[in-house]
């Protein structure tokens, strides 16, 4: 029982973390909409809770020599397939598992994708790059874009747009209050640190805020979530690319 409990300590302070950070936004959305579904709005919690568990598994599939979670990102990808098997009120159309794009979507999502590779060389060239090795590039550019899509702009978007609805028009996209909260648990999510030991360290950084909100906007322009699944990985393999370039 000790260890079971000393396992999930680090979910639960990560997600408590996560929630407490959060909640200021989420009051300040559901006082704008009274109606909320609040029962939608605890299953993020809920899953935020469920996903860091199996994201942290002790690995039994693939033990990598770099420490990347391959076992944890194909439980990340396949959770979400599973909850909209079970939960019916949600269709895979809904979390954008769909090949079908909007129509004049491609160039808005062009530009706004250009405009964050942009920043990324940026950052690269001051210092933000990852290890340049062959098991980096292949596991950046394909596992966190599927899993943190999936997850993120996926269920956590669809259920959020369903709890707020989605009131503006952004470049041609509808979006929500579901977008915003979306890309601030994805944000605190990426900023977070807490080590084994407990000890809790919090990068003062906008970047993952921005690149959430960017990749939630393309997710609702496109109307599916594989033109983020491409920008996510080509954003991830870009810093290991950049870690090969500058070495």
Not at 25 to 41: D, E, H, Y
């Amino acid at each position: 029982m000790q260890s079971i409990f000393e396992y999930l300590k680090f979910p639960i302070l990560y997600t408590l973390l996560i929630i407490t950070l959060s909640s200021p936004f989420f009051a300040i959305a559901i006082w704008r909409v009274p109606s909320a579904n609040r029962k939608l709005i605890t299953l993020v919690a809920l899953f935020l809770f469920i996903d860091c568990i199996l994201a942290h598994l002790p690995s039994e599939i693939f033990i990598s020599p770099y420490g990347l979670l391959w076992q944890g990102k194909l439980l990340q990808i396949l959770w979400p397939i599973l909850f909209v098997l079970v939960y019916r009120q949600i269709s895979f159309s809904d979390i954008g598992m769909t090949m079908r794009i909007n129509t004049g979507s491609l160039r808005p999502m062009f530009l706004m994708t250009l405009v964050v590779l942009l920043i990324l060389v940026a950052l690269i060239a001051l210092g933000s790059r990852m290890p340049a090795n062959i098991e980096y590039l292949f596991f950046m550019m394909i596992m966190p874009g599927l899993s943190e899509e999936l997850i993120y702009r996926g269920v956590f978007q669809a259920l959020l747009n369903r709890s707020f609805g989605k009131t503006w028009t952004l470049w041609g996209a509808q979006v929500g209050s579901g977008l915003i909260l979306t890309a601030l648990i994805f944000g605190f999510g990426h900023l977070l640190i807490i080590n084994k030991v407990g000890d809790i360290h919090f990068q003062i950084s906008p970047w993952f805020f921005c690149w959430g909100f960017v990749l939630g906007w393309i997710r609702e322009r496109s109307g599916s979530l594989l033109p983020c699944v491409i920008v996510h990985g080509l954003i991830d393999s870009s810093l290991v690319v950049g870690g090969y370039l500058w070495r």
